[in-house]
Structure formats: structure tokens, C-alpha cells
């Protein structure tokens, strides 16, 4: 059965995310997986060892506490989300697993032997320190993984997958990687809107590409229903971010998708050089995928 895998810290943030992954799990079709990695304490060369030769039994007596809490914490969140499952109309298991270690290493090891048709991880712009040490987890896994990411901002709610806004460069092959997000979200999008977001909104350029995109669209998504809408809109970038939420809550998105494999255009969102990237700027629940990537 197809399976989400769904990092959680325990934090409302992650278990806003684990609700609205509940919710995917019910249009998806696919059983939810909980994941919680325990970080393992580090050892400062002063730690006093009462005599006893490894400094990790010194520490032995908090790590337990700290399964026993995680524990704990797990079995809450998964009673919180069998009730949020009777609201969304879930009826698949709730599976849980709880390891130590490092974060990014841990989930990657576990998608490899594992396989989930996605992830969906809470993200916040809590803090300046708060991205660099945890948040950036989120950021890593971009690169890391190669499964569809589901990245859920502190705030967002589950509303649906009716109408989703999909960053391009108007690339006519996007209309492939459009059919596989379409084929992955079961058919539950009515509406697409295709955005590419320049600072030169006269060149002719895009606008021929727009043309022929819109014909590849057609062709691909046309005859998995005749009901779906497409809207294809070239927007000036004042702030590229700014743009695209901008246009996303205009339009009531339920989503935002972006092609990770678009290096002329996603790039421009995570380089250093903008002030917020896309992970902890939008407030839209994100969907990142890699454009040669075909859903499990």
C-alpha cells in the first residue's frame, strides 16, 4: 500500500502537518507513517562520568527518560489524529516509529528502505536560529531526497486540493510532470494555474512558450478530465515569492508546486541572495517535485 511519510518533532507545527497529512492520506489513498527521530546529546570533554568509563552511560538515565517521553508524545499525537482521521474520512492505520539520531541522515535512510509515495513536513519561519538549527532539516531534505515533499507553514490548513498554482518557466515538457501531479493527487484538482514569475514581462519569449505549453497541457491532462481548468499567467517580479503568494491567495490555492529539478528558476528561490526562500516564506502548503521523478 502506498504510504506518507510524516517527520514529526512533536511540535505544533509538525502536528498541524500530521493533521494535514490525515487528510492526503484519505484522497491519496495511502496509509500514514509517523516518524520521530531523537537527537543524541552531545557529549562536552568536561561531562563528569562518576567513575563509570563511557561518558553515554553517565547520560544513560536522561536518554531513557527521553524515550519514555517520546514515547509518550506519540501516543498522544496518534489519538489526536484517529480523531482528526473520523473528520477527513480516513480509515487507514496510523503506523509510528521513533529512532535516534540524525535527522536528515534518519529520514533518508528510512524513505531508501521504505519507499513512501511522499512526505509532508511542518515549516516555520519561528526564528532566524530556529532555521538554522532544526528548520533546516526541511532544506536538506530538498536535495536529499528525491520523493515528493509536502511542505506544510505554520498556520495552514487543509482546504482541499481544488485549485493548485504550479511555478514555471513555461517549459512545454512541465505539461508531463503537470499529468504526474495531477495522476498523484487522484484527480482532485479542478482548477491549475500555471505562473512564471520575470522581471521582463514585454519579452515575447515566454509568451510563445506559453502558447505551446498550453497545447502540451491540453493534450495531457485533457483527456484524464474534461472538467479540469487551465490558466496560464506571466507575472512581473517585483519579489518572486512575493508574486507567487501573491497570485496563490488571489486565486484561493489550496497549493503551490515547484519543479526542484528547474535550476533557472528554482534556484532563484533558495539562493542566498533572496531574503526568504520559498520553505519559510509562503504561507500556502507547498508541494516540491522533482520533474524526473514518477509518483510510487
Not at 496518534?78 to 480516513?90: C, I, P, S, V
Not at 526541511?138 to 511555478?167: C, H, N, Q, W
Not at 518572486?240 to 515547484?258: C, M, Q, T, W
Amino acid at each position: 500500500m502506498r504510504t506518507i511519510l510524516v517527520p514529526t518533532d512533536f511540535s505544533a507545527h509538525s502536528t498541524q502537518a500530521a493533521h494535514f497529512a490525515i487528510a492526503l492520506g484519505n484522497i491519496l489513498s495511502a496509509q500514514v507513517h509517523l516518524l520521530h527521530i531523537g537527537r543524541m546529546p552531545v557529549i562536552p570533554v568536561s561531562v563528569p562520568t562518576y567513575g563509570i568509563t563511557s561518558p553515554f552511560l553517565a547520560l544513560e538515565p536522561a536518554m531513557k527518560e527521553m524515550r519514555q517521553e517520546a514515547n509518550v508524545c506519540m501516543k498522544d499525537l496518534t489519538k489526536e489524529l484517529e480523531g482528526a482521521a473520523r473528520q477527513f474520512g480516513y480509515h487507514g492505520p496510523i503506523y509510528q516509529t521513533i529512532v535516534e539520531g540524525e535527522p536528515v541522515e534518519e529520514i533518508t535512510r528510512w524513505i531508501e528502505e521504505h519507499e513512501p509515495m511522499c512526505m509532508v513536513m511542518g515549516v516555520t519561519n519561528h526564528s532566524s536560529i530556529y532555521r538554522m538549527l532544526i528548520g533546516s532539516v526541511a532544506g536538506r531534505l530538498l536535495k536529499e531526497t528525491d520523493i515528493p515533499i509536502f511542505a506544510i507553514p505554520s498556520g495552514a490548513v487543509y482546504g482541499g486540493m481544488y485549485k493548485v498554482v504550479f511555478a514555471s518557466d513555461f517549459d512545454p515538457n512541465d505539461a508531463k510532470l503537470l499529468h504526474r501531479m495531477n495522476e498523484m493527487l487522484q484527480g482532485h484538482v479542478n482548477e491549475w494555474h500555471v505562473v512564471h514569475v520575470t522581471d521582463n514581462i514585454e519579452d515575447q519569449f515566454y509568451y510563445d512558450r506559453q502558447g505551446e505549453l498550453v497545447e502540451r497541457l491540453t493534450e495531457h491532462l485533457a483527456p484524464a478530465s474534461g472538467e479540469i481548468k487551465i490558466q496560464l499567467e506571466v507575472l512581473p517580479e517585483a519579489n518572486l515569492l512575493d508574486s507567487i503568494e501573491g497570485y496563490a491567495k488571489k486565486n484561493h490555492a489550496h497549493l503551490v508546486a515547484f519543479a526542484m529539478s528547474k535550476k533557472n528558476f528554482f534556484e532563484r528561490m533558495i539562493d542566498p541572495s533572496v531574503s526568504e526562500n520559498a520553505l519559510f516564506h509562503l504561507h500556502v502548503p507547498m508541494l516540491f517535485l522533482r520533474a524526473q521523478d514518477s509518483s510510487r
